[in-house]
């Protein structure tokens, strides 16, 4: 991780779980990271406890709802002109709503798409123009995915999200070639994590709470750092080496 010291990276929905936990680590090993999100106090409370914690890198925090492009593009021309840009872009923001197919809201289906993809690709684009403006040739865009990327669990409540999420596999892949087109070094990578025990559960499932309880106490979770132990591992690699996608779940998850 020692050339990523004093580098930049955006890490989006940081006020909570993965989020924080990934912010977190980074300004551990000496990066700038400006987090993001709507609830910017809870960054803030992060980014003092960065600074207690000594370490070596900062903290930003930046208020932007992810479902407005006009406040992603603020952030990204504030970015420019405060810390010249991006070198490590992580989409981590995402979330899901208990909308099934065939009785759910639109205004919630356009939720989720909002965030979980148009999001995610508007700061992909955005933080790669940012890299090749300054010629940065060896930044990293790492997608905070899901399983449910890559198979369909049988939850009605969970089926756009999971569409959701099949996009953001088919989006890495895409801008993986894209970047090989581009004949630039900068690498794309999905990281795919099954249960982990954070708040996404009991927002999902804000109508029922027990049931969020049960779901974390039917296996041993994952926990937001171990994620952000994957993210680390993937930023470690060699310059050469392309970590395509990474399948993280817990030893008893049977899915």
């Given at each position: 991780m020692d050339r990523w010291k004093g580098r930049v990276a955006l890490v989006t929905g940081a006020s909570v779980g993965i989020g924080a936990a990934i912010a977190k680590s980074?300004?551990?090993?000496?990066?700038?990271?400006v987090g993001c999100a709507r609830n910017v106090e809870q960054i803030q409370k992060l980014a003092a406890e960065c600074v207690n914690s000594g370490f070596n890198g900062t903290l930003i925090p930046y208020k932007c709802d992810l479902s407005v492009e006009d406040d992603m593009l603020s952030m990204f021309s504030w970015i420019k002109v405060q810390h010249q840009g991006i070198d490590v872009c992580i989409n981590n923001a995402g979330l899901a709503l208990p909308e099934p197919l065939l009785s759910g809201k639109t205004s919630g289906w356009r939720t989720i798409m909002d965030v979980n993809v148009i999001a995610l690709s508007v700061c992909t684009r955005e933080a790669y123009q940012s890299m090749k403006e300054r010629k940065v040739d060896d930044?990293?865009?790492?997608?905070?995915?899901?399983i449910c990327g890559h198979r369909v669990v049988n939850r009605a409540d969970a089926h756009f999200y999971t569409a959701s999420k099949y996009a953001v596999t088919a989006l890495t892949e895409g801008l993986r070639q894209e970047l090989r087109e581009a004949k630039t070094h900068i690498r794309?990578?999905?990281?795919?994590?099954?249960?982990?025990?954070?708040?996404?559960?009991?927002?999902?499932?804000?109508?029922?709470?027990?049931?969020?309880?049960?779901t974390y106490k039917s296996v041993k979770c994952l926990q937001a750092v171990d994620i952000a132990n994957a993210v680390v591992y993937v930023l470690s690699a060699p310059p050469h080496v392309q970590i395509g996608d990474i399948e993280i779940t817990p030893v008893e998850q049977s899915m």
């Open positions: 980074l300004v551990q090993h000496g990066m700038k990271v930044g990293h865009i790492i997608n905070i995915n899901s794309a990578t999905c990281i795919s994590p099954g249960l982990v025990e954070t708040e996404f559960a009991y927002r999902l499932f804000s109508e029922n709470p027990e049931l969020a309880v049960a």
